[in-house]
């Protein structure tokens, strides 16, 4: 059956379509990481989003149990220049299509996804619609829609619930957060508490942890002001680590600004240097927003990471409190390990928080 994809300035793709046999409309993105398909489609920075795949194959190994970073499709709908017809790995359950034809997520496949993302990176990310049927009424539509800007409230926790363990205690808030920032602490041993979104500080500092850290998470920062006076309060009296939307939101707690990126970061081979060390690892990203580094001259904020290829910035520090973010994901799932040593940064500066705090 055929299907289209049909773009906000006026282009059309056509392919065929599989999954879920339903239209929609959403932000069109693309990612370029050659595998990892399971852990992006379910990954929550993606809500709302059609999610372009630049690898041309897709779905080879199928869908397994483990890979998953939220319950289920966080994208709105997918599109692939090809999707697999057979699968073959031990640990699949099904094939890629099957899942997205049960999980109630439509996608395409037969695009030309490198004539889409030459266009996405010409133009910028868009508007777009996934249709079965090109009509006056699709175009006009995606003229006059706008789309949501409630993706935080709309993926974050509706409670407060624990991943538990005996060590040490950290308060994680939800903005969209993947389940491998859980699973990256929880071979450390970290009992974790997670908060809504819309958590406040005391709440938070009620619990008594020993630290806390600000998940990733879809859309717009500005969409999440009232975080921003939650993260103010608590980076004064705990240790606190933040990521991607997280590490955005901390940013603007201490007076930066963030910007829409063009096109985003998306994909898993983004080269990113440690300015302080001139380390360099290549990590997972997944993001459309980005910190305007010449806002953060004046503030208390100095800049610990960059981007190699277009500088922008992938870490920040407090010069007066044991807090820090980055922009990347340590976790990656997908993508290099190359930055999971930040978790354990993050557990030493709780470490030497409390034995300050103990010989004061």
Not at 148 to 175: L, R
Request: charged share 20%; proline share 4%.
């Amino acid at each position: 059956m055929q299907r289209y994809l049909v773009l906000e300035n006026g282009s059309i793709y056509e392919g065929e379509a599989f999954g879920a046999p339903k239209s929609i409309i959403g932000e069109l993105v693309f990612n370029t990481g050659m595998s990892g398909y399971q852990e992006s489609i379910t990954d929550l920075s993606y809500h709302g989003q059609i999610l372009t795949f630049t690898y041309p194959l897709i779905g080879n190994y199928g869908i397994n149990r483990d890979d998953f970073e939220s319950f289920k499709p966080a994208a709105s709908a997918i599109v692939t220049h090809e999707i697999a017809r057979r699968s073959s790995n031990w640990r699949a359950n099904m094939s890629l299509a099957e899942w997205a034809e049960k999980m109630d997520l439509p996608g395409i496949t037969g695009v030309d996804t490198r004539a889409l993302t030459k266009e996405l990176r010409s133009y910028g990310v868009m508007k777009a619609a996934l249709v079965d049927e090109v009509t006056d009424e699709v175009l006009a539509n995606l003229k006059t829609v706008v789309l949501s800007t409630e993706q935080v409230k709309e993926v974050t926790t509706k409670s407060t619930y624990v991943n538990p363990t005996e060590g040490v205690s950290i308060a994680m808030i939800d903005f969209g957060l993947k389940n491998s920032i859980l699973r990256s602490l929880a071979r450390r041993g970290v009992n974790v508490e997670v908060f809504p979104a819309d958590v406040d500080a005391q709440t938070i500092l009620d619990t008594n942890p020993d630290g806390v850290l600000l998940s990733n998470g879809p859309g717009d920062p500005e969409s999440v002001e009232k975080a921003v006076a939650t993260i103010r309060t608590l980076q004064e009296q705990l240790p606190l680590m933040g990521i991607c939307l997280g590490h955005q939101l901390f940013a603007m707690a201490n007076g930066a600004k963030t910007y829409k990126l063009k096109f985003g970061h998306r994909g898993f081979n983004h080269a990113v240097r440690n300015l302080k060390t001139g380390r360099i690892d290549f990590t997972s990203q997944n993001h459309g927003y980005a910190v305007d580094p010449a806002s953060i001259a004046g503030t208390d904020l100095e800049i610990t990471h960059e981007e190699i290829n277009d500088h922008t910035v992938e870490g920040v520090r407090l010069k007066k409190h044991a807090a820090f973010s980055v922009q990347f994901h340590p976790d990656a799932a997908p993508g290099p390990h190359d930055a999971e040593y930040l978790f354990d940064e993050f557990l030493e500066m709780i470490a030497n928080e409390k034995e300050h705090t103990e010989n004061a």
